[in-house]
């Protein structure tokens, strides 16, 4: 893998609580890409913002499902600025883009802006979600992997793969090394949603999930450690 889009959660960047942001897990995150930055990896990353607002959450409580997306949308801007912010701090450069204009805050996606980035040695934030209400962050990233052509996507979640079920409720749960798109329809694991399986089947761009949290594992996998879960057609 050369370039891949990497996929945090919002609740990762919430730290042990899932809430707001937490300033020692931005640490961990952007120190984990900028090795990985700095060793040749071109990456792109698409976060979620489940940790400061989620649309669904609104429903029943003032807000209709498209209002609630939209502010869902703005809270991935949010993290992504300050993952941005982060990164630079590392000395890495990093350009956000969200895909309704915004600017100043920050650039409108352009695929081909992006991709320069990634070229540059530079990482692409890409937020906003698709720009549009139903569809989530994970039919987001998807979307932009193929956009990008990225080689994977990645996806960093507080587990080590998929498993036959969860593994934080289920302690006799059996981890998959690989697993096809379909088969993860049929058994119903939720890895991702079925428009982003959908897209990387179309790719088809392989999804690997992995530990976004042991240290060194995003180098690692890119070096071609079998670490997670590989999702494939």
Known sequence: MKRVLLKLSGESLGGPSGKGIDEGSL?????????????????????????????????????DRVTGDRMGMLATVINSLALASTLRSFGIRAEVFTATPMEPIA??????????VLEEGGV????????????????????????IGADALLKGTRVDGVY???PEKDPSAVKYDEITFDECL?????????????????????????DINRKGALLELLEGGRIGTIVHA
């Open 186 to 210: 049929i058994k119903h694991l939720k890895v991702m949603d079925q428009t982003a399986f959908a897209l990387c089947a179309q790719g088809p761009v392989p999804i690997v999930v992995f």
């Open 164 to 166: 036959t079920a969860d």
């Open 124 to 147: 692409s934030l890409i937020a906003g979600g698709t720009g549009n209400p139903f569809f989530s962050t994970d039919s987001g990233a998807a979307l932009r992997a193929l956009e």
């Open 107 to 116: 650039k409108g996606y352009v695929r081909e802006s992006a991709v320069k």
């Open 27 to 63: 640490q961990v995150f952007a120190g984990e890409i900028a090795q990985a930055v700095k060793a040749g990896y071109q990456i792109a990353i698409v976060n979620g913002g489940g940790n400061i607002f989620r649309g669904l959450q609104g429903i029943g409580k003032g807000y």
